[in-house]
């Protein structure tokens, strides 16, 4: 089982800039994905970016709502990805999900518990 923990929220100015962490324990095969996910209250979870490893192929996926702003990046041998967050808007307050997807085999799903970011003077 995948264990998978999210550091890095808090609360910060618009037009700042703030950095999450996500690291899985655990085995994690080369056909994954690892990518973050945000739910602010009363709208649907939805993902951020994501970083995916198929084939011996990356791919990356970005919202629109945050290109130019979000950078995604994964560390492979450390199970890590990050997500950089630039000139950072109200309206990208939310609970941060990092999610970890092994498509080795049986697709196995894994969630982190969820990281609050806050933007607001």
């Known amino acids: 089982q995948v264990q998978v923990v999210e550091s890095g929220g808090g609360l910060v100015q618009p037009g700042g800039s703030l950095t999450l962490s996500c690291t899985a324990s655990?085995?994690?095969?080369?056909?994954?994905?690892m990518g973050w996910y945000r739910q602010a209250p009363g709208n649907q979870r939805e993902l951020v970016a994501r970083?995916?490893?198929?084939?011996?192929?990356?791919?990356?996926d970005v919202a629109d709502s945050v290109k130019g702003r979000f950078t995604i990046s994964r560390d492979n041998a450390k199970n890590t990805v990050y997500l950089q967050m630039n000139s950072l808007k109200s309206e990208d307050t939310a609970v941060y999900y990092c999610?970890?997807?092994?498509?080795?085999?049986?697709?196995?799903?894994?969630w982190g518990q969820g990281t609050q970011v806050t933007v607001s003077s």
């Open positions: 999610n970890v997807v092994d498509f080795q085999g049986a697709t196995q799903t894994s």
């Open positions: 655990g085995s994690i095969s080369s056909n994954s994905a």
């Open positions: 970083h995916t490893r198929r084939g011996g192929m990356n791919f990356v």
